[in-house]
């Protein structure tokens, strides 16, 4: 790596988690350039559906650190 990603990357890793977070989610956006209607039809209707779920109490929301325990339990 060159000086200069050096450096960006030591200042990224300073930030906050949730800026981490927002930078990871730009980084990786700008690398999708390529943009499928029907892939994006489908994920803006299961979108819907899921907060279809949450907001009628069908299922209920969790932390990231319980869903993370219940993956790691997981056989």
């Known amino acids: 790596m ?3 990603l050096n450096r960006l990357l030591k200042d990224a890793l300073r930030l906050p988690p949730e800026a ?4 990871a989610t730009y980084l990786l956006d700008s690398l999708d350039t390529k943009v499928d209607p029907e892939a994006e039809e489908a ?10 779920d949450l907001d009628s ?11 993370r325990r219940e993956i790691l339990r997981a056989p």
């Open 57 to 67: 109490g069908k299922v209920k929301a969790m932390s990231w650190a319980e869903a």
């Open 20 to 23: 981490r977070g927002a930078l």
């Open 43 to 52: 994920w803006d209707a299961e979108i819907a559906r899921r907060e279809r």
């Open 2 to 4: 060159n000086t200069d």
